[in-house]
């Protein structure tokens, strides 16, 4: 189905109703073409994890560790759960997908050109001068990316306001936005959390990919956030704490989060860093270096 078209030629206030009526129903029907199976995730899953493995090794910079690890949330929304056309990326009615730990932009490239958002080609032109994949998400020159990205903490604001604007423009679309576990260190997190609470705003979920690892270590050693779903909860949201590699739980929280009224949904994802790449799991080294030429071989062979 096509994407909704404006009126260019109104008749009147029954012609705007109409128009008005199309773009819901339109929006209710247009979805991603066919949404994969379980085990058509999976492989994507894999192909997902080596594109990362071969674009950060031919920039020989990015950040592997954090893309690895949330390859599953990202599949399950961009495959199975959001309502978006590559097609149309600024279509009015999409659901919203924000990356706030944008130096995972690695994982959302790849999903985005497997989706059909860009040719796959273009991955390998990861932070080259002039290239549309850069090192972190930029709104003006990648379609299907949400947000600029940069600096951690600001995703979640972000999302309040593109909440906000849903609501005031009577529209149904949701906006999911992936926190990293380190960036939930910063207080902006935890002002916005307490807003989206405070504007019930429930068509809000907030991913977290608690792989644990951020820059600096571990992050309980960095600074301790546990319990941390109970900490979103005191901040008035609905929280579930899920595998974040099993895909069938994380379709099942998104699924939840959808009938949760009155207040935003927060889903903590348990992860690995490095996910799917021995020796990279768990290993705060490749939170922000590329794998050599002879360490992407090796990954690479893991992940065939």
């Avoid at 279509?91 to 924000?98: K, Y």
């Avoid at 571990?218 to 109970?230: G, R, S």
Wanted: proline share 5%; with cysteine.
């Amino acid at each position: 189905m096509p994407a909704p078209k404006s009126n260019n030629n109104p008749s009147g206030p029954s012609a705007s109703a109409s128009l008005a009526a199309a773009e819901a129903a339109s929006s209710k029907e247009l979805a991603i073409a066919k949404p994969l199976s379980l085990e058509q995730m999976r492989r994507m899953a894999k192909r997902l994890r080596r594109h990362i493995i071969t674009m950060t090794a031919k920039a020989g910079s990015g950040h592997p560790g954090g893309s690895l690890s949330s390859v599953e949330l990202i599949t399950a929304l961009i495959f199975s759960h959001l309502r978006h056309d590559p097609r149309n990326p600024r279509w009015p009615h999409r659901d919203r997908f924000v990356l706030s730990k944008g130096h995972a932009a690695p994982a959302l490239y790849a999903a985005l050109a497997e989706a059909g958002y860009f040719p796959v080609e273009e991955l390998l032109t990861l932070r080259e001068l002039d290239s549309r994949m850069q090192g972190h998400t930029d709104t003006t020159t990648t379609p299907g990316v949400e947000m600029s990205a940069g600096a951690l903490g600001q995703g979640l604001s972000f999302t309040i306001g593109t909440a906000l604007a849903a609501r005031l423009d009577r529209r149904d679309h949701r906006t999911y936005v992936l926190l990293g576990d380190g960036e939930c260190d910063e207080g902006q997190v935890w002002e916005a959390a307490m807003a989206a609470a405070h504007f019930k705003l429930d068509n809000i979920v907030a991913i977290v990919d608690r792989n644990r690892l951020q820059l600096d270590g571990f992050t309980y050693e960095v600074m301790d956030t546990e319990p941390l779903a109970e900490k979103w909860r005191s901040f008035g949201w609905h929280a579930v704490e899920i595998d974040g590699h099993d895909l069938k739980q994380i379709l099942a929280a998104l699924e939840e989060a959808k009938t949760v009224k009155g207040k935003p949904t927060a889903i903590i994802a348990r992860t690995t860093k490095g996910k799917g790449v021995s020796f990279m799991e768990n290993n705060v080294d490749f939170h922000g270096r590329a794998p050599t030429p002879e360490e992407a071989e090796r990954a690479l062979k893991e992940l065939e």
